[in-house]
Every structure is written in structure tokens, then in C-alpha cells.
């Protein structure tokens, strides 16, 4: 068999490369959306506007990792925050999309050094760490009210309830009279999606004493990263879920 010429072969190789390499593009394209790739490929970018507080890692020996390339797994937080049917009661989708993606349920490593277990509430940059084992910890976003920052110290989850009942304080009383129907001497607000206590309550305890302050969920989600006008730690239901099942007990809590 007679050899092609160099030039005949050099078009003859680039001809059956484009080929194959059309071949492999349209095996890539042809299972997928072409709306969906440029959504799961778009770029990223970091907006310091949605920052609560700067933190220079050269000072305090963090390294941030840029909010930059390709965006989260979008399959995985449309998941875990789909609608979910609990205890009865059908919690929503949250839009999660709408909330800044730092607040996101996320694995992060440890920056605490607590032992596993331990829940840490960052009042400055709104997260909750619930503190893993080999250096780990589960990072939720969460709101706060003015009772989210009237304490902080060490105390320990005395109890947990799911779809609890919401009692107002006297004082919440006084300023808003209408809630005088969910007062204890009422019985307060029954369980339900527009209880302010949400799907979940962990209740605060130091020295075997009620601190009246409470990890809760809320049908707020646009309460997350914020500070809000009243509440204590406030978690989307779906992550106060999440949490719920993960605390033991009389778990140690520290909020800073």
C-alpha cells in the first residue's frame, strides 16, 4: 500500500481528529440542557456587600478560600433544601438561591478546637458550628434577634422538642397586646408552619438554670445572615432538622 504524501496526511489526520473531537462534543451535549450547563458553569464571584465582617487571614491564620470558578453543588443544595414532609406538617421549598451562599449547610474544617459535639454560635458572622471529629465541623447560616445577642457564654442543650409550642415573654406581650392569645396562661401558639419556633427548638440551660435562649427553626428564611427584630438563633427548618438529629443530650454549647 502506497504511503499518502506529508500533506495529504497532515490533512487527512486533522480532518479525523475534528471528527472525533465533534464526535466527543456532541456525546457531551446531547445529555444535557444547554441552559442548565451555562447555569452549573457560570462564574462565581465574591460581594463583599454581603459580608458581615472582614478577616484578614494573614492575621489571624485563616485561609479563605475565594468565592470564585464553579458555583456549589446546585443538586445537592436543591435537596437538602427541597420540600419536606415532617411530623405532619409539609415545610416548603426554600428558595435557596435567594440566600447568600456562605449561609448554605456546608462540612468546613474546625475553627474552634472545641470537642466534638460542641455547638458554637458565631453571633459576629451569623454561623452555627457543630463541631465533627478529625478536625471537621457541620457550618449552618443563621439570624439573629435582639435575644440572640443579650447572652453568651457556656451552657449545655437541656432539652430539645420538635414542633414545639411558642410561649411569647410578658415583655413581647406588652409591645404587641395581640399576642396576648398565645400567653402560658393560654397555652400559647400551637405547632405549626407559622410558629416562630419553626419545625425545631433546642432550649439553653447554664448551671441548671433557663437561659431563655433557644436554637429554633423559622418559616423566615430571609432572616438568615441577618440580624432580625426579635428571636433568638433562627435556622432554616430544613438545617435545624438536620441539627436536631445530629446534638446528643445535654450537648455543650458555646456562643461568642
Known sequence: MSSLPDFSRRQFLRASGLAVASAGLAGCTSSMNTDRFRQETMPVYRNPALESRWIDPRAEGIIEEPLTGLPPQDAYFADIYAEKDD?????????????????????????????PGTIVVDTADRYLYLIGTGGSATRYGVGLGREGFA??????????????????????IARQ??????????????????????????????????????VHGTPEWQSIGKAVSSGCVRMINQDVIDLYDRVRGKAPILVI
Open 87 to 115: 411530623g405532619g406538617f409539609l415545610i416548603p421549598a426554600v428558595p435557596y438561591r435567594q440566600i447568600d451562599p456562605r449561609f448554605y449547610r456546608q462540612e468546613v474544617s474546625d475553627p474552634f478546637g472545641e470537642a
Open 151 to 172: 447572652w453568651s457564654g457556656r451552657g449545655v442543650i437541656q432539652w430539645k422538642q420538635k414542633w414545639p409550642r411558642w410561649t411569647p415573654p410578658d415583655s413581647m
Open 177 to 214: 397586646p395581640v399576642l396576648a392569645k398565645y400567653s402560658a396562661d393560654n397555652g400559647g401558639m400551637p405547632p405549626g408552619l407559622d410558629n416562630p419556633l419553626g419545625s425545631r427548638a433546642l432550649y439553653i440551660f447554664q448551671n441548671g438554670q433557663d437561659t431563655l435562649y433557644r
